[in-house]
């Protein structure tokens, strides 16, 4: 997994531990719109709520597997993937996760559950010569089993956050968590930097909270913003991503210029 696989797949974790700063909005858009440049895309949802499943058009409820089985080891990540309509495939979940976190706590080798299972599904593609290109994981709102699985899996992390007084709050126990992890199971972890989201250009409010961020973590910020827009609120009941349903919004094109630098990366790298 990570840079410089054979397959030479590029996976990403989107994580922060704080619930509605955009991590599943940020995961489903930056797929779309690398799966629009014509990349082989696969996002993965780890998060038991399955806001992400839904978000693409998959009831949760109707699911026989997802990828609590994957981490169990009750089933393969290739008997689990699903396609979707906007372009990306998606290793769903589904509420049963929930209980993944107890079931893998008695596990010797839990961190590496999802690392492993990723790594079978892209050696399987490998031989069929038709890998993924990019691995977007959605981490749940939390700093447990699950979130260590995503960044255990990764090869840069992306965090989101909500340009708004304190949100700041929480960022250095992730940091802490990424230090943790660097050290036990992925040495190779890099910090992406900071995705700034629900930003809202007509204050000098938010640009203020995100410089005091980037200056306090040493982390840097990935430009340019998403802005705040209704829009993204409206997508996920639609089942389908921003980056279909309003496409010319700035927040969605913002995306794009993200997806665009990562290809280019991916590209110089390879
Ligand atoms: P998380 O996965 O971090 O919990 P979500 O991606 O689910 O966050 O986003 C939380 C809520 O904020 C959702 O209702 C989503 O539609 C909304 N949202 C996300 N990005 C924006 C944005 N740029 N502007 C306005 N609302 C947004
Ligand atoms: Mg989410």
Redesign the pocket.
């Known amino acids: 997994m990570g840079r410089g696989t054979a397959a030479g797949t590029v996976c990403f974790a989107v994580a922060?531990q704080?619930?509605?700063?955009?991590?599943?909005?940020?995961?489903?858009s930056l797929g779309v719109a690398l799966s629009d440049l014509g990349y082989r895309v696969l996002l993965v949802d780890l998060?038991p709520q399955a806001?992400?499943t839904f978000s693409l058009g998959l009831d949760p409820d109707q699911l026989e597997r997802s990828v609590h089985d994957v981490l169990v080891g009750d089933a393969e990540a290739a008997e689990v993937v699903s396609a979707t309509e906007d372009g990306p495939d998606l290793l769903p979940a589904t509420i049963d996760l929930a209980s993944a976190e107890a079931l893998l706590l008695t596990r010797t080798g839990r961190e590496y559950a999802l690392r492993n299972a990723l790594e079978d599904l892209l050696e399987q593609q490998a031989a069929a010569g038709t890998p993924y290109d990019f691995v977007i994981l959605?981490c749940p709102?939390s700093l447990g089993v699950l979130t260590i699985n995503g960044l255990t899996a990764a090869a840069e992390v992306i965090v989101?956050l909500q340009c708004e007084t304190l949100s700041h709050r929480g960022v250095g126990q992730l940091l802490e968590t990424i230090a943790d992890v660097r050290k036990m199971t992925n040495r190779g972890l890099q910090v992406r930097g900071i995705l700034p989201?629900?930003?809202d250009a007509r204050t000098t409010h938010s640009r203020d909270v995100l410089d005091d961020v980037a200056m306090r973590y040493e982390l840097p910020v990935l430009e340019p913003p998403?802005?705040?827009?209704?829009?993204?609120?409206?997508?996920?009941a639609a089942g389908r991503s921003i980056l279909r349903t309003a496409r010319r919004t700035r927040?969605a094109q913002a995306y794009a210029d993200h997806a665009k630098s990562l290809a280019g990366e991916r590209e110089a790298a390879s």
């Open positions: 922060n704080k619930g509605g700063v955009a991590k599943t909005t940020s995961s489903i998060d806001c992400m959605d709102p989101p989201t629900m930003f998403i802005a705040r827009s209704i829009r993204f609120a409206e997508a996920p927040g």
